[in-house]
């Protein structure tokens, strides 16, 4: 299934504020080549290009849709379509950022050491992933999927812990890194809308299970996915929903 920008950018300032704190932490001076690597529609991007004015800066996604939302804004910045998971940076940048992507990929234990190793020397690798996976509103997606006709399609792809805890990233990453630091942050979104989780999900964590399933099935998955993400995240009396979600965060500087 093709990402969807507009569904994606629905939510852009809370998605938005974990990729500016991650910025925050980086301790670069002056890259001069930094790669947004599952850059998306490029909001990021753009920033980092202001942050570092003098770098040559490229986004690069595996979604043409989002690639081509990224280039309708910018269209001075570089936009590079390929496998995230395959890429390999040349030249090496000073600057390699990754914010809510590097959960998609599998085998961390040697995709991380790979990314540091591609860096210029005392390069910086900056990584935000999600790491809600053990909430509500991810339980009830494994819960959803084994719950009707469609288990038997949604079984291949289910990944219900995708990203490891803080320790593993920190074992993988300490051998070859001058400086680390790894920390998590649960921030509590404030959404508004008619169960407003269903649709934040929709735009990332659904997306491949509802590719997954025939049209007629995904009204289905999706009714029974809402109905028990509704249960587990009320409205408060102001009618607003409250959504905790934690992320992990890890800067490294390689030696």
């Known amino acids: 299934m093709a990402w969807d920008p507009a569904l994606y950018s629905a939510f852009a300032a809370p998605r938005l504020r974990p990729a500016l704190d991650l910025i925050g932490r980086i301790g670069a001076a002056r ?41 309708k804004e910018a269209p001075a910045l570089e936009w590079v379509k390929a496998d995230v998971g395959a890429w390999r940076p040349n030249p090496p940048p000073d600057v390699l950022f990754s914010n809510a992507a590097l959960h998609w990929l599998d085998d961390h234990a040697t995709l991380f050491p790979r990314l540091l190793d591609g860096l210029a020397p005392g390069g910086w690798l900056a990584v935000q992933m999600p790491r809600n996976h053990q909430a509500p509103s991810h339980i009830a997606v494994i819960e959803a999927a084994a719950a009707g006709p469609w288990a038997e399609a949604l079984a291949p792809v289910l990944r219900p812990s995708p990203v490891a805890a803080p320790s593993v990233y920190y074992d993988v990453l300490a051998p070859e890194a001058s400086e680390l630091d790894i920390w998590e942050t649960e921030y509590l979104h404030v959404l508004e809308g008619d169960n407003p989780v269903v649709k934040w999900t929709m735009g990332t964590t659904l997306r491949p299970l509802l590719a997954a399933l025939a049209p007629e099935q995904q009204a289905g998955f999706l009714a029974e996915y809402g109905a028990r993400v509704a249960a587990r995240y009320p409205k408060q009396a102001d009618g607003k929903t409250l959504f905790p979600f934690r992320r992990v965060f890890m800067v490294a500087r390689k030696r």
């Open 31 to 71: 890259p001069a080549r930094v790669v947004d690597l599952g850059c998306g529609t490029g909001n990021v991007t753009r920033i980092l290009a202001e942050r570092w004015p003098e770098a040559a800066v490229t986004g690069i996604d595996s979604s043409p849709e989002m690639l081509a939302a990224a280039a």
